[in-house]
Nanobody, 120 residues
Framework: QVQLVESGGGLVQAGGSLRLSCAAS????????VSWFRQGPGKERQFVAA????????FYSDSVKGRFTVSRDNAKNMAWLQMNSLIPEDTAVYYC?????????????WGQGTQVTVSS
């Protein structure tokens, strides 16, 4: 069983940056793809970004492409989501998820989420 814990959320002004972390334990992290999702107030959960098990392939939603960067370090059992040029529309609870495959919402393992609030 894999446990995921997100951290790094907070309050930031528009145009600012945040770096979210996803710490994994209890499984073979290096065999898992990691995805990031977000759910804003009154909105459905939305795919944000994903990285394959090796870190060699990354995927982004159109709404964050060019502003967010997903990365990982298998030796540290960690993944990150670097968020730059934040806008108020990025306000949401951000979740990391892991699975042997990128499933765009049907991943096996999920963290508890971390709140990101972008003020205008």
């Amino acid at each position: 069983q894999v446990q995921l814990v997100e951290s790094g959320g907070g309050l930031v002004q528009a145009g600012g940056s945040l770096r979210l972390s996803c710490a994994a334990s209890g499984g073979t992290f290096s065999r898992l793809a990691v995805s990031w999702f977000r759910q804003g107030p009154g909105k459905e959960r939305q795919f944000v970004a994903a990285i394959d098990w090796s870190g060699g392939s990354t995927f982004y939603s159109d709404s964050v492409k060019g502003r967010f960067t997903v990365s990982r370090d298998n030796a540290k059992n960690m993944a990150w989501l670097q968020m730059n040029s934040l806008i108020p529309e990025d306000t949401a609870v951000y979740y990391c998820a892991a699975d042997p495959h990128i499933r765009y919402g049907s991943e096996d393992y999920w963290g508890q989420g971390t709140q990101v609030t972008v003020s205008s």
